[in-house]
């Protein structure tokens, strides 16, 4: 027998409890058949005032994750999904191959992260050179620039938001996050990417590929489309960029 609402895929979601944009986004991205099953990381909502506190915010996520994952995990998921962006950048490609190994090995499920997800968005646009935009303060988005840049792509340009705090990350904009946009494009990049999964962005990276006339990469999106894709859901659907409309 299978689950009667999830009888295409259980998703265990984990994001940090401070997070409220990944679970509405990934909701309006749900096709029929598969639902998503939220398991929060549990962090204070920490004033992030420099590099020094957001040092200390992923150290946080890091010793509260497993406890996120092993409750979940009772629900008899069939992938875990990482709602989450500044773990998975952090320390580079190495780093982020351990944490999923690491996730693989305590779960046995297969495992979506955000850092997989954009590399396999941006080749499935061909796309090398690339402008970012994060909510973090410097020392984020050096470790942003270290992964891509390890998986072979070109950082052209970067601003970090410098948000106040985790929760303030969703405080951000639409009108915000299109300014920076705009001020991120140019000639020499194929693609921006958005990252920081608290940032929420799906539905602005849709009209942002109209008015720039190249890919714009939600993080929220990408992670979305990978993990059904790797479940081998090719549900097309409109209203969140190109990515999601293509097998």
């Not at 990944?22 to 099953?37: A, I, K, W």
């Not at 020499?188 to 990252?195: F, G, I, K, M, S």
């Amino acid at each position: 027998m299978t689950d009667s609402l999830g009888w295409r895929q259980k998703l265990a979601v984990l994001v940090p409890s401070t997070n409220t944009s990944v679970q509405p986004e990934f909701d309006s991205m749900r096709p029929l058949g598969v639902t998503n099953h939220i398991s929060r990381i549990r962090i204070p909502n920490i004033a992030l005032n420099n590099d020094a506190d957001f040092d200390r915010l992923i150290e946080l996520i890091s010793a509260a994750q497993d406890e996120a994952v092993d409750s979940v995990m009772s629900c008899q998921p069939d992938q875990l999904v990482l709602g989450i962006s500044a773990e998975v950048f952090w320390g580079g490609l190495e780093a982020s191959r351990k944490l999923k190994a690491h996730l693989l090995e305590r779960t046995g499920l297969p495992v979506t992260m955000g850092s997989d997800a954009c590399g396999a968005a941006l080749d499935k646009f061909g796309a090398k050179r690339i402008a970012v935009l994060t909510p973090y303060q410097p020392v984020g988005d050096r470790n942003v620039i270290r992964f891509f840049e390890d998986c072979g792509y070109e950082v052209k340009r970067i601003h970090g938001l410098k948000c106040e705090s985790p929760v303030h990350i969703a405080h951000v904009t639409e009108r915000e996050m299109a300014t920076q946009l705009k001020a991120l494009d140019g000639d020499d990049v194929d693609a921006l990417v958005q990252v920081g999964t608290n940032l929420a962005m799906a539905r602005l990276a849709a009209a942002g590929e109209l008015w720039l006339g190249k890919p714009v990469l939600a993080i929220n999106t990408a992670i979305y489309w990978h993990a059904l894709r790797s479940a081998g859901i090719m549900d097309q659907q409109a209203g969140f960029g190109s990515l999601l409309e293509m097998h």
